[in-house]
């Protein structure tokens, strides 16, 4: 199997995990970078996977860069900024595992991303990539123009060919309004090849009723493949250039949910790991439930590469499902 290079743009932030004024942990985290660290975990030495974002030049941030390092992740488009920092947020966890947040990311590093003197290097450098990722949070925390030059850019990627991957991640508090953020994903599913998308958000942002309101409404949209990700239901699959028949994907219950901060973002990474491996949907799919059901049982965003090891280890040595057989689940080129 060829190296595979994926881009992904994002933000990390400072995690503050724990009890507000009692025990609290620092990491770091970010639904791009949380996918970013568990695909570098299952891509073995097949994937070259580069985080894409602006940093500070604080202890702070050379502290995460070094650990993204150590996680195998390439950090050569990750652009130093003199004038600011990264963002910080508070995780604060209910009896149940399930999570509220405080942020505090207005001036982040990441924000300023597209006005850094050293991004035209970085645009130039996707051009080399064969997979682009990236999420609703990636153009929200953005200034408006600099999302519309950053649509423009990956609209010409596209066009060149790039596989672009997108995660809706809805979040209400980081757009003005709901018809900036549905304006804003019209423009990106035009170009998405691969949409993963939470039914709760696909609800929430456009009032769907149910989950082939969503699936219509994609289509409709210019979205290639759909996977709607339903939560303990699991996650359904569409080829929307296709027919219209539903891959139902299950996924096994777990019973001691610690914390479901990044469940999306270790699905999405799974996910993607088992479609650049040449694995057929259903069961890059059951990867990303795997992974995602193993990161839940953890506190924090990112856990120990030792957490992650075994049904890594045992998805990279499966070979039931080769690359030739599932060339044609796998073939998503933008000239489809």
Not at 14 to 20: A, F, M, S, T, V
Not at 243 to 265: N, P
């Amino acid at each position: 199997m060829q190296m595979r290079k994926i881009g992904l743009i994002g933000e990390s932030m400072i995690e503050l995990n724990g009890i507000p004024f009692g025990v609290m942990t620092q990491s770091y985290g970010g639904d791009v970078l949380n996918s970013a660290v568990y695909l570098a975990r299952a891509g073995g030495d097949k994937f070259d996977v580069h985080f894409v974002t602006a940093m500070g030049t604080d202890a702070l941030s050379e502290g995460m860069i070094s650990r993204w390092q150590q996680e195998g992740i390439n950090t050569s488009l990750v652009l130093r900024d003199n004038a600011h920092q990264s963002g910080l947020y508070l995780i604060q966890l209910d009896e149940k595992g399930e999570r509220t947040f405080l942020y505090w990311r207005n001036d982040s590093a990441a924000r300023y991303l597209l006005r850094h003197p050293a991004y035209s290097i970085v645009r130039q450098q996707l051009q080399s990539m064969d997979v682009l990722y990236l999420s609703g949070i990636s153009l929200a925390i953005l200034p408006e123009n600099d999302r519309q030059r950053l649509l423009i850019d990956l609209k010409q990627l596209s066009a060149d060919g790039k596989v672009i991957f997108f995660d809706s991640n809805y979040r209400p508090a980081l757009w003005e309004n709901a018809a900036q953020a549905r304006a804003c994903y019209q423009q990106m599913y035009a170009i998405t090849d691969i949409a993963l998308v939470t039914d709760d958000d696909e609800a929430n942002l456009w009032g769907d009723m149910s989950m082939e309101d969503s699936f219509h409404r994609l289509k409709s949209m210019g979205v290639k493949q759909a996977i709607i990700k339903a939560g303990e239901r699991g996650c359904f699959y569409r080829d929307l250039s296709g027919c219209d028949a539903t891959l139902h994907i299950e996924t096994q219950a777990v019973t001691s949910v610690v914390d479901t901060t990044s469940a999306g973002d270790a699905f999405n990474a799974g996910f993607i790991a088992g479609w650049l491996h040449g694995k057929s949907i259903h069961d890059a799919a059951l990867m990303g439930h795997q992974l995602a059901g193993v990161v839940i049982q953890h506190k924090g965003a990112i856990v120990p590469q030792a957490v992650t090891q075994g049904v890594i280890a045992r998805f990279l040595n499966s070979n039931e499902i080769g690359e030739d057989e599932n060339a044609r689940d796998n073939d998503t080129s933008a000239s489809d």
